[in-house]
């Protein structure tokens, strides 16, 4: 058999690279097209009173989209009071309230999760894109989030919530159930970012409802603020409320 040389073994070396670098960048170049395709929805935004209505009668609630409740629904806000609103504990809002809280939200994308973080309650919710599925211990008070690319905007599925006494939202007494869906669907327009979100539980409402809703730009170098929820101070503002039941 006849042995290569020390300057034939380099040159063969040196192929070998080459062919392995050319495999790389034929198999890079179509997920660097197809990462160019994600919309671009990172960055600080702003939900505050420039962006959005705040405290209407139509906020966002109103009688175009006002849930169709069920009598179990129905049966709890006539037992309802503001003092049982659990935020008075500095328990955090959840979907779909917290999303049109009049406050910031910071939007980070990676290849396989967003992560939308709230300056209302200090929340972080993660939004997984690599295909995973929710198990049993996944519950909690955000649910857990799964979402895609479609066209040009992020589409998020929510299921998992633990029953929340004031789910729905903190003053029209409405809970929400372990069967909430929320289904939001994120796009840019222009220099804002857009949002259309649908809530679904049969264990309360009749049918969907949704709602759409906008962010501003934040101003250059905002940094989300500490929202420092104190139990102490927060509880002692229900003596303003007093209650129905003696």
Partial sequence: ????????????????????LALILSNSIPQLSAQSAVPDL????????????????????????????NERALAYQQVWEEIMAPKYDCQPASSPAIQY??????????????????????QLRTV?????????????????????????????????????VAGFDDYN?????????????????????????????PMFLREPTSYTTRWLPARPGYKLASYDCDPESSRASVRFYPSKYK
Wanted: proline share 5%.
């Fill in 101 to 122: 809280d009049p406050y910031h939200m910071e939007v980070t994308q990676w290849p396989d999760r967003v992560l939308l973080r709230y300056e209302k309650d200090d």
């Fill in 1 to 20: 058999m006849k042995r290569l040389s020390l300057a034939g073994m380099l040159f063969s070396k040196k192929l070998a690279s080459t062919a392995v």
């Fill in 173 to 201: 007494g409405i809970p929400s159930s372990s069967q909430k869906i929320v289904t939001e669907r994120y796009w840019r327009d222009g220099e804002d970012l857009k949002l259309t979100l649908t809530v679904e539980d």
């Fill in 128 to 164: 997984w894109l690599d295909g995973r599925e929710p198990t049993s211990v996944d519950f909690s008070i955000q649910g857990f989030s799964v979402g895609h690319y479609e066209g040009d905007a992020l589409i998020v599925t929510t299921t998992h919530f633990v029953f929340d």
């Fill in 42 to 69: 990172s960055g600080t935004w702003d939900g505050g009173f420039g962006a959005r209505p705040v405290n209407g009668e139509t906020v966002p609630w109103g009688e175009d989209n006002f849930p169709v409740l």
